[in-house]
């Protein structure tokens, strides 16, 4: 065997161990399907009614969130349908859009609890403590989607990473499920259970889970203990400060 072999052979794994697009496209439908459930009561449900009444800036915020998860079912369709230099050039403005989302997700994470203490709704320790929430769901999507688009030329890593970085996203879906309340432990596993999927398919496909999504996992479990402090006083003059430019 050549040596251009040899190094092929490395590069590329067996194809048993190269995960399916079909599997990502239903673990993206599964997804899709956390957000319906979770945004039902407070979003889509009213979007059907026809009675939605949110600021232009939460409008705007919930359609570029929806977007993001057509652009990931998009993205693993053309991966599919093997239509690579496609994904490719459409994942250059996915960079772009990624960065949408972020930008997005700070400003809404700012201007909801700021009109929620405008309207009384809310005091201005809890709109604090809200802040950590945001924040933290915007830091965990901008690390793993920053790291998705270094290693956007090692397919195997780069698909794990920009799963991960959707799973962040859907922090917020899952939190207003409010049947789960009483079981935080079962919220997290339900949060997490597209990373646990995959790596239980890695695991009969390759005989271990693949590296990324277990850094990606213990980074989300890592993230989300944040949650923990959002009655912190250490947090809270923080959050204040923030608020403070706005109320």
């Known amino acids: 065997m050549t040596s251009v072999a040899v190094t092929d052979a490395v590069a590329r794994p067996p194809a048993r161990a190269r995960t399916k697009p079909a599997f990502y496209l239903g673990i993206a439908f599964f997804m899709v399907g956390l957000v319906v459930v979770g945004f039902w009561p407070t979003y889509f449900g009213r979007l059907v009614r026809g ?11 919930g359609l570029v969130f929806v977007g993001w998860m057509a652009l990931l079912v998009a993205q693993i369709v053309l991966a599919w349908r093997g239509r ?10 996915g960079i772009a859009y990624g960065i949408l989302v972020l930008v997005m997700g700070v400003i809404v994470g700012i201007a909801a609890p ?8 809310w005091t201005r320790d809890r709109a604090a ?20 688009i270094m290693y956007r030329r090692t397919p195997e890593i780069h698909k794990r990473l920009m799963l991960a970085a ?3 996203l859907l922090f917020a879906a899952i939190g207003r499920m409010r049947f789960l309340d009483p079981w935080p432990s079962v ?3 339900v949060w997490l259970s597209p990373l646990l999927v995959g790596m239980l398919y890695d695991w009969r496909a390759r005989g271990r889970p693949h590296v990324a999504y277990v850094i990606s996992a213990a980074w989300l479990f890592v993230g ?3 949650v923990l402090l959002t009655e912190s006083e250490g947090w809270l003059r923080i959050g204040r400060a923030i608020l403070a430019a706005f109320v």
Do not use: K, N, Y
């Not at 009675?51 to 915020?61: F, G, N, S």
């Open 224 to 226: 989300a203990t944040r």
């Open 129 to 148: 403590g809200f802040l950590l929430i945001t924040f933290g769901d915007m830091v965990l999507f901008g690390s793993l989607f920053g790291a998705a």
């Open 166 to 168: 959707t799973v962040a």
């Open 114 to 121: 700021v009109m929620h203490v405008h309207a009384g709704d």
């Open 187 to 189: 919220q997290t596993v």
């Open 84 to 93: 690579v230099q496609m994904h490719r050039r459409v994942g250059r403005w």
């Open 51 to 61: 009675d939605i009444a949110r600021p232009l800036v939460v409008q705007i915020h």
